[in-house]
């Protein structure tokens, strides 16, 4: 792309080489943004800032995409700025082949000269970058809008404040650091420095904050930060702002803001306050307030003028936030001031943040039903909102939320038990993932509202509750006959007593309800029974399909008096035992589920025998699942199970026996051998790395047909597959990735159907350090050891070495990671003796290239005929 450059650019009639410096160079700063339109694809916007006083002017712009490719963007807009800039921006929309990191560059002869802190900066090349991770995984995203420009002024001797007032479209966190401007192909100037100053000179990495504290000289100086995106703890972008600074030595001193501070507002809450600045020297003012919040098409923020004379301007900021505006990460809102100065016009910026949390939602009750609690609350009256997630504890807290703290905290000992979808849902069952809750334990709750984006809202209040064993005591609910059409249950209970103390004295009446599921709440009756001694407590629920699901009951018992008819008790809940059998690789898959209010102790587990036609007990667990092991693939086999429990409760019914409804399947081998264990070790001095593995389960072993193994050279690139290998008694590969042999691996293995596992832990190797400098050798002539050279690999990129006699003066320096010093100093053999050097080894390792620094000391022998007994290495 250089040679492309200087071909375009610099092959030109040397005339035009006598023209200024205004007419032959105009880039002065700018930054590269994109949004993602699909998984692969993404619109690019180019903003650079020129000098309008120069003759060049670029309608088009080259693109490196980093995947190998170049495009050609072309300008889409032009704004005239104040003292000399231009703004142009460039669009153009580019698909990437496939997942991956990418960095994309884009370069334009030349900067500006007088960059004081860029030396020569009229010959160097203008380039800026970003780096996008293209993974459809991890959902789309767009770069920050970067809302202030990337040129400013100061003032020698006072405190310069810059911040590019970044706004993340996507809500993804934001960190800010420092790092160098580049020249061709993105790479770092040479001899670049930060401007000068009197204290230092910073980026805030929160707030995004450039601090020059204070400059230490006037003129024209460029600086570059990067912006870095960050979603789930990863690394997913970075924007990098190449920004002009103008310092002048002004007697105008900079406006100052009045203080700020930050915000945490629910959604409906009014944030309103009067902004104001002040100039020491009664210059006019003009306040800006720039943010992603002034954005929004909903409930954008508002900032108006009130007052502005001499000396002394005010504005108000006024904001409502709405549910759309709820996110994890707090806004930023820059505040500045610019005074009007006839000699040179200064600036005072302040930020401040604002959080915005949804409100809590309203919980009303949280009733027992059965072994389940249902909850109940508030609509949360909007339809914004993606759904809510439920939290449960044992026992009640003391805890109460401050304005800035959304979400249950973990230090609480709650855990999330549910989520259910819909803005509009206002209930949810708990059931303990179809468990069963516990008598005798107090559940405390709470719930948030989660947004589309993942954002939780503030918790609700807590609210307790317990199970409540009902009235009348249900001790059966078993399947008598599997069908779709005609399949029945049988439901019975033990006989209420006692009644006579409540008074309740009868006639009575059952009233027996069913509901889908096992944890169904949509009751329909299916009976009701008149009693008058309540000696009739059995049901029978027939021409039911029991195949596909397992059904809930709830039974009633009504005081039948005349005139005096009212329900005794809380009603009682049980359901039938259902059983789900999931096909696997030889072997069958049980899940049990049954919501009852007593305690099952043992499940038997009974599987047809074909030979008698008769269901035989294969095994007996105390959980809710099973497996069926050593089974034929394509075979079909039929299960039922019998569940064996009873109350806890002293007095109430035990040795309680149901049955299942009878399920059948077809093992086939639809799963995926596990994953090998793997190890790596370096050969450095071969230069390759052996790989190995291993399974420890004898019968995921039986089940694998061969290996895949992948590598990456670096921890930021993706892994990708070097090596199939189709024996599964093949346990080691040697792996000879080149000159640098660091990089990671992992190892998955496949089945003869193709069914690849999951890949093992990555493991990473860089433990071979390849440079060693000599400490003596003989530069006379012999053609032996004439040369000082070092041992060096692939790995080692560049060094920095330098050589000095016992009185510092430099006699030899290089870049090359050989050295090959012949011994000279400006043409002539140096002097025999000893020579100090300084080394800085710049070398590829895992996490990119890294510096490490070497000294010591070489010993020069001249004399003819010299031998070297024993070379020793530093």
Not at 247 to 271: A, F, H, W
Not at 368 to 395: C, H, M, N
Not at 759 to 767: E, L, Q, R, T
Not at 792 to 805: A, P, Q, R
């Amino acid at each position: 792309m250089k040679s492309e450059l200087l071909r375009k650019y610099f092959f030109i009639p040397v005339l035009l080489f006598l023209i200024t410096d205004a007419f032959a160079t105009h880039n002065r700063a700018g930054e590269i943004t994109y949004v993602q339109l699909s998984p692969l694809s993404y619109e690019i916007t180019i903003t650079t800032f020129t000098y309008t006083l120069s003759f060049a002017d670029r309608e088009y712009l080259d693109v490196e995409w980093g995947d190998n490719t170049t495009s050609t963007a072309r300008r889409v807009s032009i704004l005239t700025l104040p003292n000399y800039y231009k703004r142009n921006i460039y669009k153009i929309v580019h698909t990437y082949p496939g997942p991956g990191i990418y960095k994309v560059v884009v370069q334009d002869p030349n900067r500006n000269a007088g960059v004081k802190n860029i030396p020569n900066s009229v010959n160097v090349v203008f380039s800026i970058s970003t780096i996008l991770t293209v993974n459809p995984s991890m959902g789309l995203n767009s770069t920050p809008v970067l809302l202030n420009p990337p040129y400013d002024k100061a003032a020698y001797g006072y405190v310069f404040i810059h911040n590019p007032a970044a706004y993340d479209p996507d809500g993804d966190s934001l960190s800010y650091k420092l790092t160098v401007c580049t020249r061709e192909d993105g790479r770092p100037i040479e001899n670049y420095t930060n401007p000068p100053a009197t204290h230092s000179f910073r980026v805030d990495s929160i707030n995004g904050d450039l601090v020059w504290d204070t400059p230490a000289d006037t003129g024209i100086f460029n600086a570059a930060m990067e912006i870095q995106e960050w979603r789930n703890g990863k690394k997913i972008g970075i924007v990098v702002r190449d920004m002009q600074i103008e310092v002048y030595n002004t007697n105008n001193k900079p406006p100052v803001n009045s203080p700020l501070r930050n915000y945490c507002v629910e959604v409906g809450d009014t944030i309103d306050f009067v902004f104001s600045a002040t100039d020491e020297n009664k210059d006019f003012l003009t306040l800006k307030s720039t943010s992603g919040i002034f954005t929004f098409k909903k409930c954008p923020a508002t900032f108006t003028k009130i007052d502005s004379v001499a000396g002394y301007a005010s504005s108000r900021f006024r904001w409502i936030p709405c549910h759309e505006t709820v996110r994890s990460q707090p806004y930023d809102v820059i505040f500045k001031s610019d005074d009007s100065n006839s000699d040179v016009k200064l600036a005072d910026i302040d930020n401040m943040k604002v959080k915005v949390l949804g409100p809590a939602p309203v919980i009303l009750n949280a009733a027992p039903e059965g072994k389940q609690i249902k909850l109940t609350w508030s609509d949360y009256g909007t339809d914004v909102i993606a759904g809510f997630s439920i939290y449960r504890r044992e026992g009640p807290t003391t805890f109460v939320p401050d304005s800035c703290t959304s979400g249950v905290p973990q230090a609480l000992g709650f855990a999330k038990v549910g989520y259910v979808t819909g803005s509009n849902t206002v209930s949810y069952i708990d059931s303990d993932n179809g468990a069963g809750l516990q008598f005798g334990r107090e559940y405390t709750y709470r719930i948030v509202a989660v947004y589309p984006n993942g954002t939780e809202s503030k918790t609700s209040g807590e609210i307790t509750s317990s199970l409540v064993s009902g009235v009348p005591v249900i001790t059966k609910v078993t399947v008598r006959n599997t069908d779709v059409s005609n399949g029945s249950i049988f439901i019975e209970w033990k006989k209420p007593t006692g009644l006579d103390t409540i008074p309740a004295l009868g006639p009575y009446e059952y009233l027996i309800y069913r509901a889908d599921g096992t944890g169904g709440d949509q009751y329909t009756q299916i009976a009701s029974k008149l009693t008058a001694d309540l000696n009739d407590t059995t049901q029978v629920d027939t021409l039911i399909n029991t195949v596909k699901s397992g059904y809930i009951y709830k039974i009633e018992l009504w005081n039948n008096e005349p005139g005096k008819r009212f329900l005794i008790g809380e009603p009682a809940y049980a359901s039938s035992l259902f059983l789900t059998v999931a096909p696997g690789d030889r072997k069958a898959r049980l899940s049990m589920a049954r919501n009852v209010p007593w305690i099952n102790t043992r499940y038997d587990i009974y599987r047809l025998n074909e030979s008698s036609m008769n269901y035989d007990s294969i095994a007996s667990t105390n959980q809710l699942s099973y497996v069926d092991q050593g089974l034929e693939n394509d075979r079909e086999y039929c299960y039922l199970v019998r569940s064996f429990g009873g109350y806890l409760t002293e007095g109430m019914p035990k040795n309680l026996i149901n049955f299942s409804e009878k399920q059948c399947v077809r093992p086939v081998d639809n799963e995926a051998p596990c994953a090998p264990e793997i190890n790596v070790r370096s050969q450095c001095d071969s230069l390759y790395n052996t790989v190995s593995w291993s399974v420890a389960d004898p019968s995921c072993l039986s089940d694998i047909a061969g290996y895949k193994l992948y590598y990456k050279r670096t921890t930021d690139e993706n892994l990708e597959e070097i090596v199939q290998i189709p024996d599964p008694n093949v346990f080691t590969y040697l792996h000879a990735p080149g000159d640098v042999i660091s990089g990671c691996y992992a190892v998955s293995a496949y089945d003869s159907k193709g069914n690849e596992g999951e890949k093992s832990v990555i493991m990473c190797v860089d433990s071979c350090n390849f440079y060693e400098i000599p400490n003596v050798f003989t530069p006379n002539g012999d053609d032996i050891n004439d040369f000082l050279i070092a041992k060096t690999s692939g790995l080692v990129e560049k060094i920095d070495f330098k050589l000095f006699n016992r009185t510092g003066l430099l006699m030899f320096s290089t870049e090359n990671p050989r050295i090959e010093w012949d011994g000279t100093y400006k043409g002539k053999i140096v002097s025999p003796g000893v020579y100090f050097y300084q080394c800085d080894v710049y070398e590829k390792r895992i996490s990119g290239t890294e510096l490490f620094h070497l000294s010591g000391f070489v010993h020069v022998i001249t004399e003819e005929g010299a031998k070297i007994r024993k070379v020793e290495t530093k």
